[in-house]
């Protein structure tokens, strides 16, 4: 089980485990494991798959607010060209969540080996900090992860990935 799962289950209580949503679930493997922790499991992909809900592009997909305890992108929102729609999906994210709802996203940062392909999208620190702490919610956990590892294909790359885990903000 990758680690932010593990989290997200010691963070979320088996009882505030309803609606939970994956943005770009690929073959829904991440899902498998919410579903068993008690999630009521939604996932949208662009690539079609078999057991995926909904083929949907990320950027097209309206996620209805203040519906799901949790919302994830893990490894997505980099391959969305456009930084002000991945904004604008994070933001929906944040507003898509149930009170004390959380939501796990990563991005890649601007010391990646991919930095500057086409299509895909890099981001200061500093510049997603900032946007982060203006949402509807709460940081839980910031993680980096910057050094050498293994990609789908196989192929070593140096990696530099910000990982923002933050759940939803009590109405004042
Ligand atoms: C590296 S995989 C990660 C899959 C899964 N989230 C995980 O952590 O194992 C990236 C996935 O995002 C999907 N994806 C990329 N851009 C997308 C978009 N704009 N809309 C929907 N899915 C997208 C790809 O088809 C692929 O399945």
Known sequence: MKP???KILEIIKPEDRHYMLDLGCGDGEDMAYFRKGGFTVYGI???STAGIPEKSDIIDFEIKPNTYS???????????????KVKKVISSMANGLVKDGVMYLTLFGEHDEWFGKH???FFKEVEIDDFIESLSTDLLEKNIREGYGITSRGKEKFWHVLMYMCIKKPKI
């Not at 949790?70 to 002000?84: C, E, R, S, Y």
């Open 4 to 6: 932010y799962i593990q």
């Open 119 to 121: 299509g895909m999208s």
């Open 45 to 47: 992909d662009k690539i």
């Open 70 to 84: 949790l919302i994830v992108a893990n490894n997505t929102l980099p391959f969305i060209g456009d930084k002000d």
